[in-house]
């Protein structure tokens, strides 16, 4: 069965500190994973990844895809109160043609 | 402006009645799914739809209907038959009929639906 594991399931940090989040995935036929950032409400798109090593940035944020070892990290750095969030992880299996979400890890950023 | 709406964003309902949850989109995608989310769950696939007149259940379909009239609309009915429907209902659209892998899915702010 298909399966997305995100870890840790939660994290508190404080303002200025740098976070990874961790994201495994067991999925036949990987098309792309997919991170996304939910404050409250509808998630947001963070990146796609579709190839191993190669590290997509924006600003703060970065994240990696390992197909080899089937993970993905995403980073933050010099966190902020704003980024505080649920983050999501999710894997495109072409045998399906869904996404198959992990259980969020959810980031509170101190002051 | 484009995008996806969903209303309402509070639901309440009291056991056994049925309840249904519209989401609208206006960016002229073909395909459109609903999710619900549960605390340390993550988002589980209830329903979706590739075209209009035709939807295929998800993971978690039972106790849940919808229709596909229109491309724009895909409201989702929470039955009285679902057993525990207290949660985040969210919408998503995507470009194409199937996602690829150079596309992404684009959410509604979703519906919190409490049952009493």
């Known amino acids: 069965e298909d399966k997305v594991v995100q870890s840790p399931l939660s994290l508190v940090v404080h303002e200025g500190d740098t976070v990874t989040l961790n994201c495994s995935y067991e999925v036949t036929n990987f098309r792309s994973l997919l991170w996304y950032k939910q404050e409250k409400k509808a998630p947001t798109f963070l990146f796609m990844l579709t190839s191993s090593g190669i590290e997509k940035k924006s600003g703060r944020l970065s994240s990696i895809l390992d197909k080899k070892e089937l993970f993905s990290i995403l980073n933050i750095t010099a966190t902020q109160t704003g980024d505080s969030a649920v983050y999501l992880c999710?894997?495109?299996?072409?045998?399906?043609?869904?996404?198959?979400f992990g259980q969020g890890t959810t980031l509170q950023v101190k002051p | 402006d484009g995008g996806i709406t969903q209303s309402p964003k509070y639901l309440f309902r009291k056991e056994g009645q049925n309840v249904t949850l519209s989401c609208e989109q206006n960016?002229?995608?073909?395909?459109m799914y609903w999710y619900r989310q549960d605390p340390g769950q993550g988002l589980r696939l209830i329903y979706y739809s590739q075209i209009v007149n035709d939807f295929q259940k998800g993971d978690i379909a039972e106790g849940y209907s919808v229709s596909r009239e229109k491309k724009e609309s895909f409201p989702l009915t929470v039955t009285s038959a679902q057993k525990n429907p207290t949660a985040f209902y969210l919408c998503?659209?995507?470009?194409?009929?199937?996602?690829?892998?150079?596309?992404?899915?684009?959410f509604g702010p979703g519906t919190r639906l409490t049952v009493l």
């Open positions: 998503a659209s995507s470009v194409l009929r199937e996602l690829l892998s150079t596309d992404t899915q684009y």
């Open positions: 960016l002229n995608h073909d395909a």
């Open positions: 999710a894997v495109l299996s072409s045998n399906t043609g869904k996404l198959i």
